[in-house]
């Protein structure tokens, strides 16, 4: 299934910066940045329970938020991508045009 993680963590201090660190580099183990602090991951249930897991054990729950948007396995009708960036093939994580 295909999910869409966004995060926003307070950076002001230095724990927050390292938490903002922290967050970015788990969600890198799970999927493909596509934006600063979104992520697109294609995971089964068990890695997206490990994933938020990971994710809850480090965010600061009264200064930091996390958005977890399910697209299931018909994600590909559900994204459509504009703009400079180059997009890619999550399943294959290969660049498309």
């Known amino acids: ?6 995060y926003d963590v307070e950076t002001v201090t ?3 910066r390292k938490r903002l660190r922290r967050v970015a580099k788990e969600c890198t183990n799970f999927g493909q940045r596509v934006q600063n602090s979104v992520f697109e991951c294609v995971i ?6 490990e994933l938020k897991h990971r994710l ?16 299931g396995n ?13 997009t890619y093939n999550p399943e294959s994580d290969t660049l498309l045009v």
Request: glycine share 4%; no cysteine.
């Open 14 to 16: 230095a724990r927050g």
């Open 74 to 86: 018909q994600w590909k009708r559900r994204v459509e991508h504009l703009g400079t960036k180059p």
């Open 44 to 49: 089964d249930p068990a890695q997206m329970a």
């Open 56 to 71: 809850e054990n480090i965010i600061d729950i009264k200064k930091d938020s996390l958005r977890f948007y399910y697209l």
């Open 1 to 6: 299934m295909m999910v869409l993680v966004t």
